[in-house]
């Protein structure tokens, strides 16, 4: 009897600490996304600075780009590349957790052509 | 029979004695984990890449500037719809830019030989400019430019006249004040003989989702070389 007491003290002591602790803790942020934004961008840039992203741009190339940026991505991550104007329609991903990071483009050499490089991140199923 | 009473009242006290280990444990790793700093990576983590996206921005100025190669009509132009598309672009992401640029260009210059600055002021600082003064060293007294208002997403041209016989840096002065804000700026008008030059003068702020950045930066470019 006295052994059972004791032992529903020690699960009353634990699970007090557990509530006194974790109830106010909140949700952790979601440092995954962010470091997806950041590999993206990086993966843009270096695109950019050595791999040719201007010239596919210019052309409209998403398919080649996405080729080329097959070995910069997350292994976690599923992406897709839209090129655009002004302002990108959103892709159809069914997912809830979906990120993007957005690379701006003056042009290619003597052809002054703004556009935008969105890539979409989200995880693979 | 006293032994086995023993026995059972450490078997029932193990539970505390493992309870109160247990909890003196939950307690280290909860001091270990301290949500203020976790959250702080975040907001340093998030700042980090508002900073890429404004030097990704900053940069690509540069660039409009080399898609006019070789006409210092097209640099100004070109970086004149790079300003409003930037605008536009972080609009539609709910952000905002703040641009105000000078570009100042001239023909080949010859000795002796009055050689014309064209200067051109943009404003896309989201708000009138209430008063511009431009003031370049060409002659002693300097010579003035001075515009009253420039509406917003407006340009303003002028031009200032020089004669050197050799090559000599020249300064161009800018002030200009908005009923918020007010900046003096100087940049160096580099005059060499028989070239041919574009200033750009670019001073653009991004308000960023978590944070502001703003640069100010001057790119020189030579369009004929003898």
Known sequence: MLRTLEAV????????IFIIFYQTIG????????????????GLKTLDRTLGLRQEVLTGNTTAIEAKLSGIMPPAANYTVRICGVSCSSPSISSSKIVSVSYIVAGYRDAYAPRQVVLYLWPKS | MKNNIEKVKMKGQIFLIIAILFILFVVMLRNGLSLAEILENQRALEENLDMLEFDNIRLEFIDAISTGFNSSINMTNNTVNFTRYVQLVE????????????????????????TTLSITAFNLLGEEISFLNLTFTNTTPATQKTFSTIPDNVTRETFFNFNTGSAINYTLYIFWNTTTRNSSETI????????????GFFDTELDGKR???????????TINKP
């Open chain 2, 211 to 221: 944070s502001n950045h703003r640069d100010k930066f001057t790119e020189t470019v």
């Open chain 1, 9 to 16: 003290i020690a699960i009353l002591m634990i699970s007090t």
């Open chain 1, 27 to 42: 949700i952790l942020p979601d440092f995954e996304t962010i470091n997806w934004k950041i590999i993206g961008y990086n």
């Open chain 2, 188 to 199: 160096t008008i580099p005059a060499d003989l028989t070239q041919s030059k574009y200033v």
């Open chain 2, 91 to 114: 609009q539609s992401k709910g952000l905002n830019t703040k641009t105000f640029s000078l570009q100042a260009s001239f023909g080949n210059v010859s000795p002796s030989t009055d």
